[in-house]
C-alpha cells in the first residue's frame, strides 16, 4: 500500500503543479487583456472586455466533474486519449486558468493609479507600465493567488480521481471506497493534508520575502 500511495502522490504533484503552470500562463494573459480593455484601462475596449468577461465567468460556473466530462473529446483530441494522469491535466489547466486569471486581475487593480498615472507621464510604453510598474507592484497579490490556485488544483485532482484521473482520488475511490479500506481513505486525507499545508506555508514565505 505504501507503494501505491507513494506513486498515487507522485501523480497528483504532477498533475496539480503542471496545470497550475500553464493555468497560470494563460490566466496571466487573459488578466492583462482585462486590465487593459477595462474602464479606464491603458487601452479601453468595453466590449472586448465584456466578451471576454463572460467566456470567464462561463468557464467558472462549471463545476469541475462536469467540465472534465465535457472536455474528454478535445482532451482525446489533444493527446490521444481522455483519461489518465496525463489526460487529466487538460481540464486541470482550463478549469484554473478562470479563476487564477480573476485574481491577477484584481491584483492589477489594486495598483495605486497614480503609480501607472506617473509611468505614462514620464513616457512609459504600455509593456513597461504591466511588466515593469503593475507586476513588480503586485508581485505579493498574484503569489498569494497562484497559491490558492494551486490548492484550488490540488482539490480538482483528487476529483479528477473519480472519473479515471488516477492520483490520491483514485486510491481514495478504488481501494478506501469500493474495497472498504477506510484506513487507505484516511491516508489519502492526511497526505492531501499534508500536501496542502506544505503548498500554502511555501506560499506565505514566498508571500513575505515579496512584500519586503
Do not use: C, W
Amino acid at each position: 500500500m505504501t507503494d501505491i500511495l507513494t506513486t498515487a502522490l507522485g501523480e497528483t504533484i504532477y498533475m496539480s503543479f503542471v496545470s497550475t503552470f500553464f493555468a497560470v500562463i494563460i490566466g496571466f494573459f487573459l488578466a492583462i487583456i482585462l486590465t487593459l480593455t477595462s474602464k479606464d484601462g491603458l487601452r479601453e475596449n468595453l466590449k472586448v472586455y465584456a466578451t471576454l468577461d463572460v467566456v470567464i465567468n462561463t468557464l467558472r460556473s462549471f463545476p469541475f466533474i462536469i467540465l472534465m466530462i465535457i472536455l474528454f473529446p478535445v482532451t482525446k483530441f489533444l493527446i490521444g486519449k481522455s483519461i489518465g494522469t496525463t489526460a487529466a491535466i487538460i481540464p486541470l489547466t482550463i478549469g484554473a486558468a478562470p479563476f487564477i486569471a480573476r485574481l491577477i486581475e484584481s491584483a492589477f487593480k489594486e495598483v495605486d493609479f497614480g503609480v501607472i498615472q506617473a509611468a505614462k507621464s514620464f513616457g512609459a510604453s504600455d509593456f513597461q507600465i504591466i511588466f515593469k510598474i503593475m507586476l513588480v507592484e503586485a508581485l505579493p497579490s498574484i503569489i498569494s493567488a497562484i497559491t490558492l490556485t494551486l490548492i484550488t488544483v490540488i482539490g480538482f485532482s483528487a476529483m479528477a480521481g473519480a472519473v479515471g484521473g488516477g492520483g490520491l482520488g483514485d486510491v481514495a475511490i478504488k481501494y478506501g471506497y469500493y474495497r472498504f479500506q477506510t484506513e487507505t481513505m484516511i491516508y489519502t486525507v492526511l497526505i492531501l493534508i499534508i500536501l496542502v499545508q506544505a503548498v500554502q506555508s511555501l506560499g506565505n514565505y514566498l508571500y513575505k520575502i515579496t512584500k519586503k
